[in-house]
């Protein structure tokens, strides 16, 4: 008997054992005191029914009493025992079973599992993979803003580039076409998503003059997020290198580090626009180095890079064997007449992936909607397409309702471009809030040219600055302002933090004040 199978309980063998003994609750009581030690009735009724595990020295006790394996009856899996079969009268033994079988069943006893826990539970650990994995925009600091929220306190969040909650509203005609097609939208997609949606995207494409675009190289995506950790996935050997931007948006770092990648990240100059430094790219290639991202228009920075600069990029990676990654989802946020070039227009030669959504330029970051469109080069990227569409497959598609609206979205009147014109109000706020920053003693900023996005510097001399850790928690705390520091976008200095200018006018002058107001007695400790 007893062969001792993890699943059992301690009550189970105990129950076994005394049944196999033919030994009723009372016989064990009996038994004990016979050996000099004492049972109460209440004690063995609650071992038998499972509410209670005994200490050692009763397992020891019962083991005794039942000439069983001591290990065995406490669960130690390697110690199995056969306990003698018992001379007693048949009668008495179907009594004892009966007797074991009136205790609760497996579900009864479900109620009081905590309580038969008595050996302590080992703790599960983060997987080490995400030891190095950062996200800031959604870090520490923004679990304080909660704690500080969850006391009652207004918090001004000025930490994520979400849309809705300024008061940014969808365009009538997309809510409207999602509504009546919400129905047909029950069923997953095809993997790569619907042939409307990849249609209008493919067209979109078009017009933006990337080449060498088909249909089957499309993709859409639970926003751009999940295309960028699909692709991360999809390319990265453990240690290759891959270029990103520093500033960076922190998703591509962080994918990249998750999938085994290596990032490395290459200079923006914000002596130069925050346009990416072209001898510091080229001093971080090895040969090691895989591809490179492009973040433009820029998230922290708002800058939108030249058409020359583009070329010089594009230059590096055609020399090097690049593949290219142009994350272009602020392309419909552009300002003051800049033109926006996408990377892949350059790029006929070489592979391609170019990102964008519907989340920024057209206010619906929840509805979650985002594609990838494969350009350029395709042959030399074949086995990557492998891997994507491996990776597209098991996530079955991206949300139906979303990828609904897609055509609607792209075509027609842009409702986007009304404000990022004069009298719009993500042109007027990045206005205000640029001059209003340069303002302040000890802060300098750069104008964004896209998006609604500003990475102030800090005189950090001026302010004692060491952490910029400490500086956004100590403006949280004695502003209620929530932003998020520099570092939080592989930023190595402690001199930056970004702002989301996305409140309307009269929050933003307030938040600015409080700023200033907090700047102008600040020294960290
Ligand atoms: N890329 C950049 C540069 C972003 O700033 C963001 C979001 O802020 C994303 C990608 C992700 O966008 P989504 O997943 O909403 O499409």
């Known amino acids: 008997m007893a062969q001792n199978t993890e699943h059992e309980s301690f009550a189970d063998r105990l129950k076994t054992a005394m049944a196999h003994r033919g030994l009723k609750q009372s016989d064990m009581i009996r038994a004990a005191s016979e050996l ?6 209440s004690q063995v009724s609650q071992y038998v029914s499972g509410k209670t595990v005994p200490r050692r020295d009763v397992v020891a006790l019962l083991a005794r009493i039942l000439d069983v394996d001591e290990g065995w009856l406490e669960g130690a899996a390697s110690l199995q025992a056969e306990p003698i079969a018992p001379v007693i009268p048949s009668d008495e033994r179907a009594s004892a079973r009966h007797e074991a079988a009136d205790q609760p069943s497996d579900s009864d006893r479900q109620h009081d599992a905590p309580t038969q826990r008595s050996t302590s539970m080992r703790e599960f650990n983060k997987s ?18 909660a704690r500080m929220e969850a006391e009652g306190q207004r918090i001004l969040k000025l930490n994520i580039g979400n849309t809705a909650p300024f008061g940014f509203r969808t365009p009538d005609e997309v809510i409207e076409d999602m509504r009546t097609q919400l129905t047909d939208c029950e069923g997953y997609s095809e993997a790569r998503g619907l042939f409307s949606a990849r249609k209008a995207i493919m067209q979109y494409a078009q ?20 295309l960028i950790q699909l692709c991360m996935n999809a390319l990265l050997n453990n240690g290759d290198e891959i270029l990103i931007p520093m500033p960076d948006y922190p998703l591509w770092t962080a994918c990249a580090t998750l999938a085994g990648g290596t990032p490395v990240h290459y200079v923006c100059d914000e002596q130069a626009e925050w346009n990416p430094d072209i001898a510091d790219i080229e001093s971080k290639i090895t040969p090691r180095t895989k591809a490179i991202v492009i973040i433009n228009p820029n998230n922290p920075t708002g800058a939108v890079y030249p058409r020359e600069v583009l070329e010089q990029i594009v230059e590096i990676a055609r ?5 290219i990654f142009s994350d272009e989802i602020y392309d419909r946020l552009v300002m003051d007449g800049f033109e926006h070039v996408s990377t892949a227009t350059l790029a006929p030669d070489l592979p391609c992936v170019t990102f964008s959504g519907l989340s920024k330029s057209h206010m619906v970051c929840g509805f979650r909607i985002g594609w990838m469109v494969l350009s350029g080069n395709k042959r030399c990227m074949k086995d990557f397409m492998y891997g994507v569409n491996m990776l ?12 609904s609206i897609v055509q609607t979205a792209l075509g027609g009147h842009q409702s986007v471009n009304n404000y990022i014109v004069p009298g719009g109000r993500i042109y007027e706020q990045r206005n205000y809030i640029y001059e209003a920053l340069n303002a302040i003693d000890g802060v300098t900023a750069v104008k964004p040219k896209a998006a609604f996005y500003i990475f102030p510097k800090l005189d950090v001399e001026k302010f004692n600055i060491t952490s910029d850790e400490q500086f956004a928690l ?10 998020t520091r520099g570092g939080g976008f592989a930023w190595p200095e402690p001199d930056h933090f970004r702002i989301v200018f996305l409140p309307r006018m009269g929050v933003l002058q307030e938040a600015v004040e409080d700023l200033a107001d907090f700047l102008e007695h600040y020294r960290q400790r």
């Open 36 to 41: 000099g030690s004492k049972l109460g009735k």
């Open 128 to 145: 080490s993979k995400l030891d190095n994995v950062l996200y800031d925009v959604r870090g520490p600091i923004t679990d304080e803003a």
């Open 207 to 226: 017009l933006k003059g990337i080449p060498n675009v088909s249909m089957d190289g499309i993709y859409t995506g639970n926003g751009v997020s999940e």
């Open 319 to 323: 020399k090097h064997q690049l593949m």
């Open 392 to 403: 597209s497959n098991m996530r079955l598609c991206s949300n139906v309702p979303g990828q």
């Open 474 to 483: 100590d403006l949280l705390h004695e502003k209620r302002i929530l932003i």
